[in-house]
């Protein structure tokens, strides 16, 4: 196991970790008071500090493993794995209103199940190709919505820190998380729709690589 695939080995470590500490605290329920006046409390905090250091982590093991020539199977196996286990257990597990405390912000629960339903289906969408002996590269769009999807996570970890400020009297579906919720949202379903046209000859078992 080289350097790159340890890091992204890391980040599924570390989502496990975290998901069993939201878990027990769910549990334990724990009393959580807010930062000074801010809607913020040091659980999501850390949380939230915790999340974009694993985020790093996708782009540095990539980096390194491309400067460095050190691509394997095994990396290329774990870092889909440990990018769906980060987003979505943390998408699925925020779209619980005031899981922890009351208050918090939610995930919306339908833009959950449509982000996620989308990564199945493309994730089919990848399997098949690959027995067909073919790649399907990322899109813009798909580098967009996973771009999107991690900054309305962290957003919502923040529980609308510091857009509590000026955003606080409107109504929560539009707030600035859930705004840039539905925007991951949209490029989710337009980046899924691009990857199904331009590879629909997928589905009659086509081989020969045309879009």
């Not at 930062?35 to 990539?62: C, K, M, N, Q, R």
């Not at 199945?120 to 771009?147: C, E, F, P, Y």
């Amino acid at each position: 196991m080289n350097l790159p695939t340890k890091i992204t080995f890391s980040r599924i470590v570390a989502t496990v970790v975290m998901l069993v500490t939201l878990f027990v605290l769910t549990i334990v329920k724990p009393t959580i008071n807010p930062i000074g006046e801010t809607p913020l409390t040091w659980l999501y905090l850390g949380l939230f500090v915790f999340f974009v250091i694993a985020s790093y982590t996708d782009h540095l093991d990539g980096s390194i493993a491309r400067k460095r020539n050190m691509i394997t199977d095994l990396g290329k196996f774990l870092d889909p794995i440990a990018d769906k286990m980060l987003v979505n257990s943390l998408v699925i597990f925020l779209s619980i209103p005031g899981v922890l405390y009351e208050g918090q912000m939610a995930f919306p629960y339908w833009c959950a199940v449509i982000l996620i339903v989308r990564d199945i289906i493309i994730d089919a969408l990848r399997s098949m190709a690959a027995s067909q002996g073919r790649v399907i590269a990322a899109s813009i769009w798909g580098k967009l919505k996973t771009v999107l999807e991690m900054v309305c996570i962290g957003a919502i970890l923040l529980n609308d820190f510091p857009f509590s400020y000026f955003d606080s009297a409107w109504p929560v579906a539009l707030k600035i998380p859930n705004i840039l919720v539905y925007l991951a949202t949209i490029a989710s379903v337009v980046s899924g729709a691009i990857y199904l046209i331009k590879n629909k000859d997928v589905f009659v078992g086509k081989k020969d690589g045309s879009k």
